[in-house]
């Protein structure tokens, strides 16, 4: 069975600062990578992926992940935050031999002060 | 980009009645859907995978007798919580992915908000 691991569950960070949300999978096989963002009354929505080749993936809105295979991670990154990155962002991993199921983290809420 | 819709997008209701949450794919067809329970200050828990033509996929302690799920387009999906009880009580949210193209990346609606009283 897939697992993820999110460690952070409520950053606050002042604007400009850089970010970083750490995420942790588990499972036996190949994998594809998702981080996911909510904003505050929408939907979720896709802010990048990972399913294969480089392993530094850049997604909408300056972020980027990078897949570490060895640690079994995807940080997600982002050099200096704005106000309007105050959302909540989910770490999911499905197996590469089918995007079906896609098992989420229990999500990390970003807040940013002005 | 795909749209997924939910609707209603909350509903109260009466313990011991039924409540059905419809999910519809607005600008692509899709065969396979997903149900997820979110609990506060929990993560996406998928109750069960929705198959047009075919019976659904439940995950693990998902009651399939109590989440009764229909799929009977590729553009609609339907949850009906039977005999719902406070516990019921959750935010539901389906998702999608188009048959050809995305690459797999999952389209969610906005949620659905079941209060049982």
């Known amino acids: 069975a897939q697992s993820v691991s999110q460690h952070n569950h409520h950053v606050i960070l002042s604007e400009a600062a850089s970010l970083e949300l750490g995420c942790n999978y588990s499972?036996?096989?190949?994998?594809?990578l998702f981080w996911y963002v909510q904003y505050p009354g929408q939907h979720l929505q896709l802010l990048l992926k990972?399913?294969?080749?480089?392993?530094l993936v850049k997604g909408i809105k300056g972020f980027e992940a990078e897949f570490i295979k060895s640690k079994f991670s995807f940080n997600l990154r982002k050099p200096s935050v704005q106000w309007s990155d105050t959302a909540e962002y989910f770490c999911?991993?499905?197996?590469?031999?089918?995007?079906?199921?896609?098992?989420f983290g229990t999500g990390t809420k970003l807040q940013v002060i002005p | 980009g795909a749209v997924v819709s939910q609707h209603p997008s909350w509903v109260i209701c009466k313990s011991g009645t039924s409540v059905k949450i419809e999910c519809r794919s607005l600008d692509f067809q899709a065969t396979t859907m997903f149900w997820y329970r979110q609990f506060p200050k929990q993560s996406l828990m998928l109750m069960a995978t929705?198959?047009?033509?075919?019976?659904?996929?439940?995950e693990q302690g998902v009651e399939k007798d109590k989440f009764l799920i229909n799929h009977a387009s590729l553009t609609l999906s339907t949850l009906t919580v039977t005999s719902a009880h406070p516990e019921d009580s959750s935010f539901y949210i389906c998702s999608a992915t188009p048959l050809a193209g995305h690459s797999g990346e999952l389209f969610f609606g906005e949620g659905s908000r079941l209060t049982v009283l």
């Open positions: 499972y036996g096989g190949t994998v594809n």
């Open positions: 999911a991993v499905s197996s590469s031999r089918g995007y079906q199921k896609v098992t």
């Open positions: 990972y399913f294969s080749g480089d392993p």
């Open positions: 929705s198959n047009e033509g075919s019976k659904a996929t439940y």
